[in-house]
């Protein structure tokens, strides 16, 4: 278990809808990256936010948003779903956004557009 | 785009030592490798990190070339639980803030 927990773990709706995941980072850290794993893409880095600022972006698209509320948790909102975003979304947690401090990541929540 | 290249597969025996190699030509001077693995579609696991000294966890060992180009991953004794993807991975300066840039790994099988 490495501290970090995910909301939902699995969730199916269709085209064309919006969808809240939600992220509860290890207790003391305070920067907390989203990533996207499909089958074709593998592990893609989204968006990262450390402290409740927006800190770097990834291949995240416009139709994603992400933030991170004063008590450290973390949502990502993906809206005008395709059939294309169905895939696992992982969040990672770590103290800062220097140093070599390592990432620990959540278990993830499964995504299925239909 | 990843900065390592590692086989896309590889196998041994229970027991045995797993020896995962990944090439990282273009590392800079200051760039960690790090290595996490992911079993079936849990998150991804850290496993070890380093610079330019060879490095040893309760896990693993990390064995760094002297020109940095590349690095082995080492599991003494590899048990059936350890079959998983290995990720290596050059970790990243992207504005202003380190980033770890997931390649398509090594998928190690632990055979019976």
């Known amino acids: 278990d490495s501290g970090v927990t995910q909301t939902p773990k699995h969730l199916i709706t269709a085209t064309g809808q919006r969808v809240t995941l939600r992220c509860s980072p290890r207790?003391?850290?305070?920067?907390v990256y989203w990533y996207q794993q499909s089958l074709d893409q593998g592990l893609q880095f989204l968006i990262q936010y450390y402290n409740g600022e927006e800190r770097a972006k990834g291949n995240i698209l416009e139709r994603f948003s992400a933030q991170q509320f004063p008590d450290l948790h973390s949502e990502l909102n993906l809206s005008s779903l395709e059939l294309g975003d169905s895939a696992l979304y992982f969040c990672?947690?770590?103290?800062?956004?220097?140093?070599?401090?390592?990432?620990?990541f959540g278990p993830g929540t499964r995504l299925t557009v239909l | 785009d990843a900065k390592t290249t590692q086989p896309p597969s590889m196998d041994c025996a229970e027991g045995r030592a797993a020896n995962l190699p990944c090439n990282h030509s273009t590392i800079s001077g200051n760039e960690y490798v790090y290595w996490y693995r992911q079993i079936h579609s849990q998150g991804p696991q850290y496993i070890i990190h380093g610079l330019k000294n060879n490095e040893t966890n309760e896990m693993a060992s990390l064995i760094i070339t002297e020109d940095r180009k590349s690095s082995t991953l080492i599991l003494p004794h590899a048990t059936l639980r350890d079959t998983a993807v290995y990720y290596c991975i050059v970790r990243v300066l992207m504005d202003s803030s380190y980033k770890l840039i997931f390649g398509s790994g090594t998928r190690l099988l632990v055979r019976p």
């Open positions: 207790s003391g850290d305070l920067s």
């Open positions: 990672a947690s770590s103290i800062s956004i220097g140093g070599t401090n390592e990432q620990f």
